[in-house]
């Protein structure tokens, strides 16, 4: 196969040793927390590197170990914009999975349907086709399916991408009405995060659209090709530089807020008390429901104790209680005049003196205590404390001797 003059394998490359390194973060990151969110983000840098890894096998190297692999790589770019919308919707409106959700995957069936023949294919058949296609066949040609034309998939695909591109678009701007969102005052980083996620995509289908009226097919496949690999890269620096976002409890859609954050929640005058901008708590819910969420709530947290979980949040809560965040927030600040982490630290500190009056902890430290009660640290541990009960852990401990 004849090259690109314009292409580029050390940018190909750099591009896989990012995309590798985002992976292997999240891979171990996945197995703390809430996992939707980070399953889907791990499923779209891994469907990018499959992507990109297997061009650069078949573009730069002889690919005859892989040559069953050729036109994988495409359905991983039919994956990527379905697992970039889902996981935007899990950090945005968290939902549970359910089966139509399925359909998302219909693009991809479809491929895999029109292409099956050639997957069959022996090894030989594979690598003659292979030998007398052209970087930009390669690339954006697919001939070699059933039914549909020649470049017939790379429509679809571009089709896809700015429909999907579309609803993300929606879910942000639905997000950013609600002046209060919980991810706006938990995880700033993360907030931003997601219009660089949803902006950085752009170049995917623009760059190509670009090379369209350029009228020059090797532009146009290089600009095809650099527009993937363009957003991958802006969105594996920004995560590099901000680490923190990898962590899984920060793809919830409401975190524990700190408090630095409940601080600076409560004077921006965009969300305080006394701002008009704020949802009114006290007429979102009718008395019903108030008693109905209250009693499913306390019933909740009494059997199951979710708060003796590290990082244990609304977007959890919502899920395990079968209840919208947003109906929790409004009960939560509605009935006991709080944020979600100090209902939760409530239910801590309860716990924590439950045991100290049973002399259940007296052999161990602070430390050990506030992490086996849900608590981030020692320090959080005692700030709560003193908050719900006016002394120290020590200074409790000791009047309780």
């Not at 623009?206 to 527009?227: H, M, Q, R, W």
């Not at 701002?275 to 819910?285: G, K, R, Y």
């Not at 944020?339 to 045991?355: M, P, Q, S």
Request: proline share 4%; aromatic share 14%; with cysteine.
């Amino acid at each position: 196969m004849k090259s690109i003059g314009l292409d580029n394998s050390f940018f190909y490359l750099v591009s896989i040793c990012l995309l590798f390194i985002i992976v292997c973060l999240l891979v171990f990151r996945v197995k703390e927390g809430d996992k939707k969110a980070s399953n889907l983000l791990l499923g779209y840098f891994t469907s990018y590197l499959y992507l990109i890894g297997i061009t650069y096998l078949f573009m730069y190297t002889n690919p005859q170990s892989v040559i069953h692999s050729l036109r994988t790589g495409h359905i991983a770019s039919l994956l990527m914009p379905v697992f970039a919308y889902s996981y935007f919707k899990q950090c945005l409106e968290p939902e549970n999975y359910t089966w139509v959700q399925l359909l998302h995957l219909l693009p991809a069936v479809f491929f895999v349907i029109d292409f099956f023949p050639f997957f069959l294919l022996s090894a030989s058949d594979k690598i003659s086709i292979f030998q007398s296609m052209s970087a930009v066949e390669y690339r954006i040609g697919f001939a070699q399916g059933m039914f549909m034309p020649k470049y017939g998939h790379v429509i679809v695909r571009m089709a896809q991408l700015l429909l999907y591109w579309i609803a993300q678009f929606l879910l942000l701007q639905k997000a950013k009405k609600n002046v209060a969102h919980p991810l706006k005052l938990a995880s700033p980083f993360t907030w931003r995060w997601l219009h660089l996620f949803l902006y950085s995509q752009t170049t995917v289908f623009i760059l190509p659209i670009i090379g369209v009226f350029i009228n020059n097919a090797a532009i146009e496949t290089v600009l095809f090709s650099v527009g993937a690999a363009g957003a991958m890269a802006i969105q594996c620096f920004y995560l590099l530089l901000h680490p923190e976002i990898l962590s899984t409890a920060t793809y919830q859609t409401s975190l524990t807020l700190s408090e630095t954050d409940t601080n600076r929640a409560t004077s921006d005058p965009k969300i305080s008390e006394t701002s008009t901008n704020e949802p009114d708590f006290t007429h979102v819910l009718t008395a019903t429901e108030m008693e109905a969420i209250g009693h499913s709530l306390e019933n909740y947290m009494a059997t199951k104790k979710p708060f003796l979980i590290n990082r244990y949040s609304l977007t959890q809560l919502a899920i395990d209680t079968k209840l919208s965040p947003q109906k929790l927030s409004s009960f939560i600040h509605t009935r006991f005049d709080c944020n979600f982490n100090d209902y939760l630290n409530k239910y801590r500190i309860n716990a924590v003196v439950t045991e100290l009056e049973k002399k259940a902890f007296n052999t161990k430290t602070l430390e050990a205590i506030s992490a086996e009660c849900g608590f981030n640290s020692r320090a959080t541990f005692i700030r709560a404390f003193k908050k719900e009960k006016g002394s120290t852990p020590t200074e409790f401990i000791k009047s309780i001797q």
